[in-house]
């Protein structure tokens, strides 16, 4: 096969994959429609990608803010589930053996069954994290689902610490699968969904920039292009 049919037939794979919305790394969250959260889930589909992204992070008039980040974690973790979904064949225990990002930054596994950091492939790390987040998720007691429930104290604490997380599979990718990104046509739908994730913690203030010090050059040049709205204090 040519490399030619090589790379038509990776771009076909990744086109299709966005195009069945049921397809992902892992199974898809769903914000049911009376559900705290749906009204949100739908505006964000409906503007997402359409111009500056401080646009769209923006907080919308007399919704609640805990509820706009709320339905944005689940946002990021199945939109990075489905890029994910799609290189997944090329990211192997083999090929990425240390879950990194480039030279300088490796990113260790830990949590309450292993609070002495594991260095794990790039795969097993993904994998934990996506299983991880997913029970976070479905905790009722930290993401409520039924209307007029509050968050708990606890629930900013834990979020920061999963959008942290989640920033590490873009800067793996971006870094280690550049290439095969270029190849299979997705670099702008990568781009697009790094920006929403990238506009929407810094408006918020729930990743610092020197947590994604390894995408540092990127992160300029997206933010040199549009600007950087200031911090919404939590």
């Not at 990113?107 to 609070?115: E, V």
């Not at 190849?183 to 610092?208: A, G, P, Y």
Request: charged share 25%; aromatic share 12%; with cysteine.
């Amino acid at each position: 096969m040519s490399n030619f049919s090589i790379k038509k037939s990776a771009s076909l794979q990744f086109h299709n994959i966005i195009m069945d919305k049921n397809r992902s790394f892992r199974p898809k969250r769903r914000i049911q429609k009376g559900e705290k959260g749906y009204k949100l889930r739908q505006l964000i589909k409906h503007t997402l990608g359409t111009g500056d992204p401080n646009k769209y992070v923006e907080l919308p008039e007399g919704e609640m803010l805990l509820e706009w980040i709320s339905v944005h974690i689940i946002e990021f973790y199945n939109e990075i589930n489905l890029i994910y979904g799609a290189l997944v064949e090329f990211c192997t225990d083999q090929s990425c053996r240390v879950m990194s990002a480039g030279p300088r930054y490796e990113f260790r596994w830990t949590d309450q069954n292993s609070p002495i950091p594991l260095q794990l492939s790039a795969p097993q790390y993904i994998n934990k994290l996506m299983e991880w987040i997913e029970g976070k998720l479905n905790d009722r007691n930290l993401f409520p689902t039924e209307l007029g429930v509050d968050f708990p104290s606890n629930f900013i604490p834990s979020v920061k610490v999963m959008l942290k997380r989640l920033f590490r599979v873009y800067a793996h990718l971006y870094h280690t699968h550049m290439q095969k990104i270029i190849e299979v046509e997705m670099l702008r739908h990568i781009n697009t969904s790094f920006k929403h994730f990238l506009f929407f913690v810094l408006r918020f203030d729930l990743v610092s920039e020197e947590e994604m010090s390894s995408l540092g050059e990127l992160i300029k040049e997206f933010k040199d292009e549009y600007g950087c709205q200031p911090v919404v204090l939590l």
